[in-house]
T-cell receptor, first 115, second 116 residues
Framework: AQTVTQSQPEMSVQEAETVTLSCTYD???????LFWYKQPPSRQMILVIR????KQQNATENRFSVNFQKAAKSFSLKISDSQLGDAAMYFC????????????WGLGTSLAVNP | KAGVTQTPRYLIKTRGQQVTLSCSPI?????VSWYQQTPGQGLQFLFE???????NKGNFPGRFSGRQFSNSRSEMNVSTLELGDSALYLC???????????????FGPGTRLTVL
């Protein structure tokens, strides 16, 4: 069975600084998808970034980028130029590429941004 | 385009009662998935519906059920509520093109269920 582990329950960063959130996963599949979702205190789960396992290039979305290490089964999220609005719970999630596309989640990392 | 909507946003029930939660997906999305979020267990997959059929099911007891209508709207039902069913229930929709790449799931605001 696939698992997702986020080893940092809480992190903090100074405004305008860079922070990296860690995620490791376990799977025997060769084709899959990885996601980072953000859940602010208002609860709405928002997609931050997604990565297809067959793509070697790391995904980027503005200030958000990932470091995808397939052999190491590692998928970290880097937030550059942190803003107060980045404060939220960040969840790493995994999905198979087949018909069973349920998301398997890590327990999340609570990110605080200090002014 | 309107996002995923869930009703009601808050519910308070007592043990033994049953509850129905509703989810309207993004227009054009045919797949609806449900997740339970609790502080202790995190996010857990309940089930997925596509074209009015349950395609996948998580490891939850039979008290948890759902259905999908022809307009892709979905409902989930929990019967004989237990204290441990208190949670945030999230609904997500995606296009799910047959045979295509996994499409991103977009989430609603959730329904906060409290069981007393």
């Amino acid at each position: 069975a696939q698992t997702v582990t986020q080893s940092q329950p809480e992190m903090s960063v100074q405004e305008a600084e860079t922070v990296t959130l860690s995620c490791t996963y376990d799977t025997s599949e060769s084709d899959y998808y990885l996601f980072w979702y953000k859940q602010p205190p208002s609860r709405q789960m928002i997609l931050v970034i997604r990565q297809e396992a067959y793509k070697q290039q790391n995904a980027t979305e503005n200030r958000f980028s990932v470091n995808f290490q397939k052999a190491a089964k590692s998928f970290s999220l880097k937030i550059s130029d942190s803003q107060l609005g980045d404060a939220a719970m960040y969840f790493c999630a995994y999905s198979n590429a087949g018909n069973n596309r349920k998301l398997i989640w890590g327990l999340g990392t609570s990110l605080a941004v200090n002014p | 385009k309107a996002g995923v909507t869930q009703t009601p946003r808050y519910l308070i029930k007592t043990r033994g009662q049953q509850v129905t939660l509703s989810c309207s997906p993004i227009s054009g999305h045919r797949s609806v998935s449900w997740y339970q979020q609790t502080p202790g267990q995190g996010l857990q997959f309940l089930f997925e519906y596509f074209s009015e059929t349950q395609r996948n099911k998580g490891n939850f007891p039979g008290r948890f059920s759902g259905r999908q209508f022809s307009n892709s709207r979905s409902e989930m039902n929990v019967s004989t509520l237990e204290l441990g069913d208190s949670a945030l229930y999230l609904c997500a929709s995606s296009r799910k093109l047959a045979g295509g790449p996994t499409d991103t799931q977009y989430f609603g605001p959730g329904t906060r269920l409290t069981v007393l």
